[in-house]
């Protein structure tokens, strides 16, 4: 959160970087969980295209489509206040024309309100990141391991361990900082090379399985809740276990409609005496009240 409360843009989080204040990013992807971790002072809201995998199903972020991407930023915005939002650019827009990449920009803040969009690449993206900026639209940019091409780069390992990867994705993040980006995610690179990158450009970093150097931190709300995700990255650090507790939950709901324990009298509505009597002639055990 701001220091001061107020809503927070990217101007604030420029100014954390200098002034080395940690950015708190999380992911966020309804109304509840907007407003939750909204609430509990994350600076930044990501409606991570991660949606595919844990709130939807799927089996890597591929199927996302805009129009889910728009329906759940909107639900996001209407449970946060005060944090930035900052929605994905699903699987290739970026790399459709500047045109096609700007409509969809465009839609993910007009439609769904998002405050910046999050566009998986380098070199590659530029131009079409570069048309949302000049648009008005904030970019942020995201290196290292990209979940949408995660065929190209053969599962999802750690990138930058060799010289040429390394170079490349410093070189990456540079040109990020040139064309205008506001910050940039980091996923699984070695501490030391997001280390290096976060030196070497002003823009704030924030890392995802890329070490205690970077600027800010993400995580995935399922995972740091350990609500449903099956996925237990070695980066990822569990704060709760929301998904034992729901599980415990509805199981002693079941059992309890099971049993004829749920529910009490006090979960019901009631007619007067009186109304019983005009509606049934009195008689006890009539239908409305089920004799109670
Ligand atoms: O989609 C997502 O949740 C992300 C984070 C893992 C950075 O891109």
Known sequence: MSATGEKVTVRTLQKMKEEERPIAMITAYDYPSGKLADQAGADILLVGDSLGMVVLGYD????????DMIHHTKAVVRGAQRSLIVTDLPFLTAHLSREEVLKAAGKLVQEGGAHAVKIEGGEEILSGAKACIQAGIPVMGHLGLTPQ?????????????????????????????ECGAFALVLECVPTELSDEISKSVSIPTIGIGAGGSCDGQVLVYHDILQYGSNLQPSFVKKYAFVGDQILEGIQHYVREVRQRVFPEKKHGFHLSSQQVKDLYGGKPGGTMDGGR
Do not use: F, M, N, P
């Open 60 to 67: 890597s972020t591929i199927a996302v489509t805009l129009e």
């Open 149 to 177: 091409s995660v065929h190209q780069l053969g599962g999802y390992r750690v990138q930058g361990r060799d010289k040429e990867t390394a170079a490349k994705l410093l070189r990456d993040a540079q040109l990020l900082e």
